[in-house]
């Protein structure tokens, strides 16, 4: 069954450090992907997409994610943490081979630490 | 412009109710989805409407039906409520049906608890 892991559901990193948020997917045909971010009593914001475009593709907010086909994954990455990013990250995928599909990830929450 | 609106933000039913969600999509969008987010989980896709059709629809029960109207807003319907259905429940918008890249667009979401 197709399916979207996000390793880690929290995540804790210092300001200004590095954030490194884990999604990988499972099929053999590349998917559509995304990463948003949910913030407290709040509805879902789209980070970044990927659309078989560039493989490296940058988002609001520092933020930018990898697509790297061999190892099914697409981990986002912001090179230098601001309290302002403490929120839920998730990962999703859309499949439209076959079935449709739109499946998100469990969730990570990321906590930045004065 | 508005972004999409979602109504009521909160809702309380008891089991075996029936209840409606309403969603209004950002400007300019024409394909509407339903996710329902359960605590501490991720988004789970519902259905998605596209010229007042379910056009796309996960793994849900019939129990959960919709509408879309002629100005592309939407509803979400539940019937014979379960604790379970408990949860959080955002529409988003897009344009373009389908083809899978496109942005959707959440609203806020309306938390419903069941009792």
């Known amino acids: 069954a197709q399916s979207v892991t996000q390793l880690g559901s929290h995540v804790s990193v210092s300001e200004g450090a590095l954030v490194l948020l884990r999604c990988n997917y499972s099929?053999?045909?590349?998917?559509?992907l995304f990463w948003y971010v949910q913030y407290p009593n709040q509805g879902l914001q789209l980070l970044l997409k990927?659309?078989?475009?560039?493989?490296l593709v940058k988002g609001i907010n520092g933020f930018e994610a990898e697509f790297k086909k061999s190892e099914t994954s697409f981990h986002l990455t912001k090179p230098s943490a601001h309290m302002s990013d403490a929120a839920e990250y998730f990962c999703?995928?859309?499949?439209?081979?076959?079935?449709?599909?739109?499946?998100f990830g469990t969730g990570t929450r990321l906590k930045v630490l004065a | 412009d508005a972004g999409v609106t979602q109504s009521p933000t909160h809702l309380i039913k008891t089991r075996g109710q029936q209840v409606t969600l309403r969603c209004s999509p950002k400007s300019g969008h024409d394909t509407v989805s339903w996710y329902q987010q359960a605590l501490g989980q991720g988004p789970q896709f519902i259905f998605q409407?596209?010229?007042?059709?379910?056009?796309q629809r996960g793994n849900f029960p019939d129990r959960f039906s919709g509408h879309q109207f002629p100005n592309y807003s939407s509803e979400l319907n539940v019937n014979a409520l379960l604790l379970g259905d408990s949860a959080l429940y955002l529409c988003?918008?897009?344009?373009?049906?389908?083809?899978?890249?496109?942005?959707?667009?959440f609203g806020p979401g309306t938390r419903l608890l069941v009792l």
């Open positions: 990927y659309t078989s475009a560039a493989t």
């Open positions: 099929s053999s045909v590349p998917p559509y």
């Open positions: 999703a995928v859309t499949y439209t081979s076959g079935t449709y599909k739109n499946i």
């Open positions: 988003a918008s897009s344009g373009l049906l389908g083809a899978g890249g496109e942005t959707q667009y």
């Open positions: 409407y596209y010229e007042e059709e379910e056009r």
